[in-house]
C-alpha cells in the first residue's frame, strides 16, 4: 500500500512543481537522463544477480514477450496504414508495449495473491520487462528517434547504455557467484530508492490538463491496448494452452498494469512524443487500479 501512495505522491508533487517559476524547463528530460544513469544500473545490480532461471516458469518469462511483440507488429501496422511519424509509433511502442511489472506490480501482486506470489511477480519483472526494456526497448528508442542509423552506431550505442552495461555486468557477476551484500547493497539500494520518485514527478512536472486533450486519441489507443488488450491476449492464451492457475493469475493481472516507468522515461529521453509518453503513465497508473479490478473479478471465475 506505501508503494502505491508513495506513487501517487510523488506524481502530485511533480503537478505542484509545475508552478514554481525557478525550476529550468528542461527539468524533466534532465531526471529522465540521471535516471538511466544512475539509479537504473543499480537496479541491475540489485536484482539480476539473484534470478534464478527455472525451465517450469517460462510461461511467467513469455508474458512480457508477447506483450511487446504484439505491441511492435501492433502499432507499427496502424503507424502504416495511417502515415504517422516514427516518434509517435516509439512512443506507443515504448509505453504500451511494456508492464510496470515492479513499483506497481509487485504491491499489487502481493495485496492480491500473497508474500508467495511476489517470486513468481519478480521473475517475470527481471527475465520478461527488464530483459527486453534493457536491450530491444533501448534498440526501439534509438532506431524511432533517429531515422535512418548506421547499423555500427546503433550497436555502439546499446552496448555502451548505462542500463545495459549494467544488466551485461549483473549477468556475469551474477553467473560468477556474486551478490551484493553488506555496505554494497546499502548502497545500491539507497540509490535505486530514488528511481521511483525522480520519475513520477519528472511525469508530474510534464502532465498537464492541455496534453491529455491533445494527445487523446493516441493516450485511448494507447491504454486500451496495455490495459484491456494486452491482458485480455495474455488471458485468453494461457487459458487455451492450460497454464497451471497460479501462474495463469499472476499473469493476466501483470499483463494489465499500467505503462513502465522505465520504457517511459526512455521515450520521452529520446524526444519520442514525450506528452504522450508523460500522460500514458500519468493517466495509466490511476487508471490500471480500476481496469485491474476488473481483470481479477474475471480470472477468480476460472
Same mark, same amino acid.
Given at each position: 500500500?506505501?508503494?502505491?501512495?508513495?506513487?501517487?505522491?510523488?506524481?502530485?508533487?511533480?503537478?505542484?512543481?509545475?508552478?514554481?517559476?525557478?525550476?529550468?524547463?528542461?527539468?524533466?528530460?534532465?531526471?529522465?537522463?540521471?535516471?538511466?544513469?544512475?539509479?537504473?544500473?543499480?537496479?541491475?545490480?540489485?536484482?539480476?544477480?539473484?534470478?534464478?532461471?527455472?525451465?517450469?516458469?517460462?510461461?511467467?518469462?513469455?508474458?512480457?514477450?508477447?506483450?511487446?511483440?504484439?505491441?511492435?507488429?501492433?502499432?507499427?501496422?496502424?503507424?502504416?496504414?495511417?502515415?504517422?511519424?516514427?516518434?509517435?509509433?516509439? !512512443? /506507443? *511502442? +515504448?509505453? %504500451?508495449?511494456?508492464?510496470?511489472?515492479?513499483?506497481?506490480?509487485?504491491?499489487?501482486? $502481493?495485496? #492480491?495473491? =500473497?508474500?508467495?506470489?511476489?517470486?513468481?511477480?519478480?521473475?517475470?519483472?527481471?527475465?520478461?520487462?527488464?530483459?527486453?526494456?534493457?536491450?530491444?526497448?533501448?534498440?526501439?528508442?534509438?532506431?524511432?528517434?533517429?531515422?535512418?542509423?548506421?547499423?555500427?552506431?546503433?550497436?555502439?550505442?546499446?552496448?555502451?547504455?548505462?542500463?545495459?552495461?549494467?544488466?551485461?555486468? !549483473? /549477468? *556475469? +557477476?551474477? %553467473?560468477?557467484?556474486?551478490?551484493?551484500?553488506?555496505?554494497?547493497?546499502?548502497?545500491? $539500494?539507497? #540509490?535505486? =530508492?530514488?528511481?521511483?520518485?525522480?520519475?513520477?514527478?519528472?511525469?508530474?512536472?510534464?502532465?498537464?490538463?492541455?496534453?491529455?486533450?491533445?494527445?487523446?486519441?493516441?493516450?485511448?489507443?494507447?491504454?486500451?491496448?496495455?490495459?484491456?488488450?494486452?491482458?485480455?491476449?495474455?488471458?485468453?492464451?494461457?487459458?487455451?494452452?492450460?497454464?497451471?492457475?497460479?501462474?495463469?493469475?499472476?499473469?493476466?493481472?501483470?499483463?494489465?498494469?499500467?505503462?513502465?516507468?522505465?520504457?517511459?522515461?526512455?521515450?520521452?529521453?529520446?524526444?519520442?512524443?514525450?506528452?504522450?509518453?508523460?500522460?500514458?503513465?500519468?493517466?495509466?497508473?490511476?487508471?490500471?487500479?480500476?481496469?485491474?479490478?476488473?481483470?481479477?473479478?474475471?480470472?477468480?471465475?476460472?
Amino acid at each position: 500500500m506505501v508503494s502505491l501512495l508513495t506513487l501517487v505522491v510523488c506524481l502530485f508533487i511533480g503537478l505542484g512543481l509545475r508552478h514554481v517559476k525557478s525550476i529550468p524547463e528542461n527539468t524533466p528530460s534532465t531526471l529522465g537522463t540521471l535516471i538511466l544513469y544512475v539509479p537504473l544500473p543499480a537496479v541491475c545490480l540489485l536484482s539480476i544477480p539473484f534470478l534464478e532461471w527455472n525451465a517450469s516458469l517460462i510461461s511467467l518469462t513469455l508474458v512480457t514477450w508477447i506483450i511487446f511483440g504484439v505491441s511492435f507488429g501492433f502499432f507499427n501496422f496502424l503507424g502504416q496504414k495511417f502515415q504517422w511519424e516514427k516518434s509517435l509509433i516509439g !512512443s /506507443l *511502442i +515504448l509505453t %504500451a508495449g511494456f508492464c510496470n511489472s515492479a513499483f506497481v506490480g509487485f504491491p499489487v501482486i $502481493e495485496a #492480491l495473491f =500473497g508474500k508467495e506470489a511476489l517470486k513468481h511477480a519478480i521473475f517475470l519483472d527481471q527475465s520478461g520487462s527488464f530483459l527486453i526494456v534493457s536491450s530491444l526497448g533501448i534498440w526501439v528508442a534509438l532506431t524511432y528517434s533517429s531515422g535512418k542509423i548506421k547499423k555500427r552506431l546503433l550497436v555502439k550505442k546499446v552496448i555502451f547504455f548505462p542500463p545495459f552495461v549494467a544488466f551485461l555486468l !549483473s /549477468l *556475469i +557477476l551474477g %553467473a560468477l557467484g556474486w551478490r551484493p551484500s553488506g555496505m554494497t547493497k546499502e548502497i545500491l $539500494e539507497r #540509490l535505486a =530508492g530514488i528511481l521511483t520518485p525522480m520519475a513520477l514527478i519528472s511525469v508530474g512536472l510534464q502532465l498537464r490538463l492541455d496534453a491529455i486533450k491533445s494527445e487523446l486519441r493516441y493516450l485511448s489507443l494507447g491504454l486500451f491496448y496495455k490495459l484491456l488488450l494486452a491482458p485480455g491476449l495474455i488471458f485468453i492464451l494461457y487459458f487455451l494452452f492450460g497454464v497451471e492457475k497460479k501462474i495463469f493469475n499472476i499473469s493476466v493481472i501483470e499483463a494489465g498494469m499500467a505503462p513502465m516507468i522505465t520504457s517511459s522515461i526512455l521515450a520521452m529521453t529520446h524526444n519520442l512524443r514525450p506528452r504522450l509518453a508523460g500522460v500514458m503513465l500519468g493517466v495509466g497508473v490511476p487508471l490500471s487500479f480500476f481496469t485491474l479490478s476488473f481483470w481479477y473479478w474475471l480470472i477468480s471465475y476460472f
